[in-house]
């Protein structure tokens, strides 16, 4: 699994105003910005973000994510551009 891979799974489940994936193969760390973040809670987030993952999570595939979810509103107060 490569960056762009991950973020390729991610942008295809969700609408994303700002999409940035890194990490080492194995370990990853992602920031998204997307509107169907809106009135809901952080661990709900997480829950739409495994969903497009699918199984990779359970098959070791994607061995770590970590995450950082934002609705555009809040990605826009933190002073961050689109």
């Given at each position: 699994?490569?960056?762009d891979q991950l973020q390729?799974?991610?942008?295809?489940?969700l609408?994303?105003?700002?999409?940035?994936?890194?990490?080492?193969?194995?370990?990853?760390?992602?920031?998204?910005?997307s509107p169907a973040f809106e009135?809901?809670?952080a661990i709900q987030r997480h829950q739409q973000v495994?969903?497009?993952?699918?199984n990779r999570m359970a098959t070791d595939e994607v061995h770590a994510l970590s995450m950082k979810t934002y609705t555009p509103a809040e990605w826009l107060?933190?002073?961050?551009?689109?």
């Open positions: 699994m490569t960056a390729t799974l991610i942008a295809q489940a609408p994303c105003d700002h999409l940035h994936v890194e990490g080492d193969g194995r370990h990853w760390y992602a920031t998204i910005v009135g809901a809670r495994y969903a497009a993952l699918g107060a933190r002073g961050e551009k689109a």
